[in-house]
């Protein structure tokens, strides 16, 4: 359980900000009485996860500068979302026709890369989180990930993607079909949110969905996301 004070500190926001979503109850959170609220680690972490994918461009980039910054403190570098991807991590057609499909495809693809401690448990994860809520961003991407973060899931980090053949409806607030999925396995929050928050960014700043659709084969994807994120990075520093 964390204070306000530390919930705030580990999701980088301001505590008034945080007290505010709490009186309001759209974060969980305890009431211990009149401005004094506690968070249970494990669902503040879900729900910083559902608010990342929901914010606004120019708010989204804020935070996500924030990140940048933080981790350059703490390395001395910039992560690059690209390095978590492998091509043999890319399936250019996903064949399945719905959601519970792709998932379990996905699931099948994270574990061919040898990572994937439990893959049932990441399949039910993956499926308990888009009953809470779709990952699925519009413009035909999704960004699948666990309900809730268990760094010991994995034995590091990695990204995997998945092009489905033809479009699935799979939730998106636009009411479009979803073509595009890239599934998150980090072994920390920190690093996953990051990833996230560089996704979004990637797929509704630049042209990389439109591009990955095209691409003919894994190799070409690969390559195509990480000249994106060059781009993307170029463009964030002063």
Known sequence: MLDLRQAARHLHMDENELKH???RGEVPSINRGGDVFVFEHRLLDEWAQRRLLDLAPKKLT???RLAMDERRRARGEDMRVSELLRPEAIAPVLTA???GGVLRDMTDLAESTGLVYDPELLFRELTAREEVASTSVGGGAAFL???FHDPYMVQESFLALGRAERPVFFGSQDGEGTDLFFLICCTDHAQHLHVLA???LLAHGTHLLQD???APDAESMH???SAAETVFLDGMRP
Request: hydrophobic content about 40%; glycine content about 4%; some cysteine.
């Open 198 to 200: 560089r996704l979004c």
């Open 97 to 99: 026709r719905n959601r």
């Open 21 to 23: 979503f709490a009186q």
């Open 145 to 147: 990930h666990a309900r």
């Open 212 to 214: 990955l659709r095209e």
């Open 62 to 64: 804020g935070e996500h």
């Open 223 to 225: 390559a195509l996301l």
